[in-house]
């Protein structure tokens, strides 16, 4: 079944879609960084750890996505560091490994990674920087 009048609407839901994308990341990196909002799993987290490293990759390229300047680039790193988050935080983090993400807590980590190479391969969308300055 298709819906011809929705197709209108694509270009801007993906510009959408990017901006959600990178705010959700972003909140990430305030957290691990700045302590906004005061998390436990976040609370000693020094800027030179993975947590830290991963922290400024959210703040920064989070904010980058955000506003879809360097989109495809920042959705590509980013995308890496969430299949990484994926494997070493959630999969093998203890003795043996857990494969299923309901029982490693891995979900958000799987879904910001595909989301993110799926942003990586189609751009920013016609409401970003990108645009703007007539980059694709």
């Known amino acids: ?5 929705l197709t209108r609407f694509q270009p801007v839901l993906l510009s959408l879609f990017r901006f959600i994308t990178g705010l959700l990341l972003f909140q990430y990196g305030v957290a ?3 302590k906004f909002p005061a998390l436990p799993m976040f609370a000693k987290v020094e800027l030179l750890s993975l947590y830290g490293v991963a922290g400024t990759l959210e703040l920064v390229l989070g904010g980058l996505l955000m506003i879809g300047l360097f989109s495809r680039l920042s959705a590509f790193i980013l995308s890496g560091e969430m299949a990484f988050a994926y494997f070493i935080g959630h999969m093998f983090r203890g ?6 993400p309901l029982l490693n807590r891995g979900t958000e980590a799987i879904l910001f990674c595909f989301a993110c190479l799926y942003l990586a391969a189609a751009g920013g ?7 703007a300055m007539g980059k694709k």
């Open 1 to 5: 079944m298709d819906f011809p009048y």
């Open 125 to 131: 969308g016609p409401v970003s920087a990108d645009a």
């Open 32 to 34: 691990k960084l700045f």
């Open 95 to 100: 003795d043996t490994p857990v494969f299923l």
